[in-house]
T-cell receptor, first 112, second 116 residues
Framework: AQSVSQHNHHVILSEAASLELGCNYSYGGTVNLFWYVQYPGQHLQLLLKYFSGDPLVKGIKGFEAEFIKSKFSFNLRKPSVQWSDTAEYFCAVSAAGNKLTFGGGTRVLVKP | DTAVSQTPKYLVTQMGNDKSIKCEQNLGHDTMYWYKQDSKKFLKIMFSYNNKELIINETVPNRFSPKSPDKAHLNLHINSLELGDSAVYFC???????????????FGEGSRLTVL
């Protein structure tokens, strides 16, 4: 069964700081990888996704993620965060079957 | 024009009651889902329907019964509500080919259920 782990539960940083959120998954076959963001009180929105090709994926709002197959990782990065990036971030994996399995989420608080 | 819409957005009810949440998608997707998000924000899949056929049924109490009258609608009925059912329930849809998701999941805005 596929599983996803996000290492950081809470991250607090100041505006303009760089952000990196870790995500590891357990599944030996072909995977599709996603990062979703949930702003306070809102639904989940897609930040970026990886299906194949260039392992460095660029998403919306200046986010990017790198798929490292050998490490089963798909870490999310943003060089310079803004206060508006305060949100919950979820890594998700789709492997065998048609369901998306989510990590436990990382709550990011950006101080102005 | 909302892609995935759920009603109601908020639901407050007493233990033991029965309630339903409705979901509709206008994206033309063939697969719909119900996810439960608990108070710690953990998201767990409950059910998935592909073209009105139940294909995923995780370990969910049988008090929860999904129904899909057509591929654009997926409803969730909950009998004999318990305190632990309090959560936000998200509906989602996607396109699936050969049992693999071919695109992102689009989520509804969630239905916050509070059981007193």
């Amino acid at each position: 069964a596929q599983s996803v782990s996000q290492h950081n539960h809470h991250v607090i940083l100041s505006e303009a700081a760089s952000l990196e959120l870790g995500c590891n998954y357990s599944y030996g076959g072909t995977v599709n990888l996603f990062w979703y963001v949930q702003y306070p009180g809102q639904h989940l929105q897609l930040l970026l996704k990886y299906f194949s090709g260039d392992p460095l994926v660029k998403g919306i709002k200046g986010f990017e993620a790198e798929f490292i197959k050998s490490k089963f990782s798909f870490n999310l990065r943003k060089p310079s965060v803004q206060w508006s990036d305060t949100a919950e971030y979820f890594c998700a994996v789709s492997a065998a079957g048609n369901k998306l399995t989510f990590g436990g989420g990382t709550r990011v608080l950006v101080k102005p | 024009d909302t892609a995935v819409s759920q009603t109601p957005k908020y639901l407050v009810t007493q233990m033991g009651n029965d309630k339903s949440i409705k979901c509709e998608q206008n994206l033309g997707h063939d697969t719909m889902y119900w996810y439960k998000q608990d108070s710690k924000k953990f998201l767990k899949i409950m059910f998935s329907y592909n073209n009105k056929e139940l294909i995923i049924n995780e370990t969910v109490p049988n008090r929860f019964s999904p129904k899909s009258p057509d591929k654009a609608h997926l409803n969730l009925h909950i009998n004999s509500l318990e305190l632990g059912d309090s959560a936000v329930y998200f509906c989602a849809s996607s396109q699936v080919s050969g049992r693999r998701i071919t695109g992102e999941l689009f989520f509804g805005e969630g239905s916050r259920l509070t059981v007193l």
